[in-house]
């Protein structure tokens, strides 16, 4: 019996190890952010479409979570007039400048630090990985963290069945496909909806606009 009990502790031990902890949203439901000002992501890849692939997808989770997002080709617009265009000199800008161009009342500030594909002799994987923050545009205080990644590994699971001329062969497909489409656009959209996903346990807290605002 002893061995037993032992091992239900361990997976009891195993279990709530594995659990996510709920950050701290003290903060967050005191700003009640209503408007979301999305800034143009950093990126730290070399590829240069790595900022607009994930731009482009980054409005509607936060829409559907609940926020009025401005949109991107406003503000694009807008940071153009005013010659700004690099991500790294539009993060510069002060929050109350921000705030009063657009009327926000909290920024996302993202950083992308993985874009692409990788290609090796019997496989190739594409990774997106970004990291962002929400911060109140009033107070400047950081309202909520997190990180999202996609990889084209998950799709690719079973790619060794047939042995080791299969795996060659699934490869060379791997590699023409990526070649002919923008997979790196397809894993930024599942990047950005883990990202910015809205609900427990870590995710943003629900908008104005959703039928679960207040109830986190």
């Known amino acids: 019996m002893g061995r037993f009990a032992a091992l ?18 003290t903060a967050f439901k005191a700003a009640k952010p ?3 000002l999305v ?14 692939g994930l731009l482009s997808q980054m409005t509607l989770p936060l829409a559907e979570g609940g926020y009025y997002v401005i949109p991107v080709t406003l503000e694009t617009e807008t940071f153009r007039q005013n010659g700004l265009s690099v991500p790294d000199e539009i993060i510069q ?4 400048k921000l705030r009063t161009i657009y009327g926000a009342d909290a920024v996302l500030y993202t950083t992308i630090t993985d874009y692409g594909s ?10 997106v990985t970004a990291s962002a923050k929400l911060v109140d545009l009033k107070t400047g205080s950081v309202l909520w963290t997190g990180t999202g990644t996609a990889s084209s590994a998950e799709k690719n699971q079973n790619s060794g069945a047939g042995g080791l ?28 909806n883990r990202l910015l996903k809205v609900g427990p346990p870590d995710g943003l807290l629900y908008g104005p606009r959703s039928v679960k605002y207040d109830t986190d």
């Open 165 to 192: 001329i299969g795996v060659l062969v699934n490869a060379a497909i791997n590699q023409v496909v990526d070649s002919l489409t923008d997979e790196s656009f397809v894993e930024a959209g599942t990047a950005a």
């Open 34 to 36: 209503r408007t979301i």
């Open 8 to 25: 239900a502790l361990c997976f009891a031990v195993t279990a709530c190890a594995s659990q996510v902890k709920a950050p701290d949203y």
């Open 118 to 127: 990788v290609y090796h002799v019997i496989n190739s994987n594409t990774v």
């Open 93 to 96: 800008v002060p929050a109350e």
């Open 39 to 52: 800034l143009p992501p950093v990126n730290h890849t070399p590829d240069i479409k790595a900022t607009s």
